[in-house]
Nanobody, 127 residues
Framework: QVQLVESGGGVVQTGGSLSLSCAAAGASTSNYAMGWFRQSPGKEREFVAAITWNAQNTNYADAVKGRFTISRDRAKRTIYLQMTTLKPEDTATYFC????????????????????WGQGTQVTVSS
């Protein structure tokens, strides 16, 4: 079983930047794609970004393309989400997750494709 711990959230002004981290412990995540999702109060959890097990492919939600960058360090068992030019609509709890499928080369964008989830880290963008 894998445990995921997100960190790096906080309060930032519109136009600012934040960098999130997600560290894995327990079972190995090196051969699994991993992703970031977010959820605001009253809304469904939505896909933000994901990266394949070998970092060859990434995918982003249209709302964050060009502003967010996902990366991973397999040796540190950590994925990152660099967020720039933040907007109030980016305010949400951000969750990282591990894909259910080993060695998947195509980035999955639906939450049902992911098996393990962290507790989330809050990002608040003030206007």
């Amino acid at each position: 079983q894998v445990q995921l711990v997100e960190s790096g959230g906080g309060v930032v002004q519109t136009g600012g930047s934040l960098s999130l981290s997600c560290a894995a412990a327990g079972a190995s995540t090196s051969n699994y794609a991993m992703g970031w999702f977010r959820q605001s109060p009253g809304k469904e959890r939505e896909f933000v970004a994901a990266i394949t097990w070998n970092a060859q492919n990434t995918n982003y939600a249209d709302a964050v393309k060009g502003r967010f960058t996902i990366s991973r360090d397999r040796a540190k068992r950590t994925i990152y989400l660099q967020m720039t030019t933040l907007k109030p609509e980016d305010t949400a709890t951000y969750f990282c997750a591990v894909d259910q499928n080993l060695f998947r080369d195509v980035v999955a964008t639906t939450s049902s494709d992911y098996a393990s989830w962290g507790q989330g880290t809050q990002v608040t963008v003030s206007s």
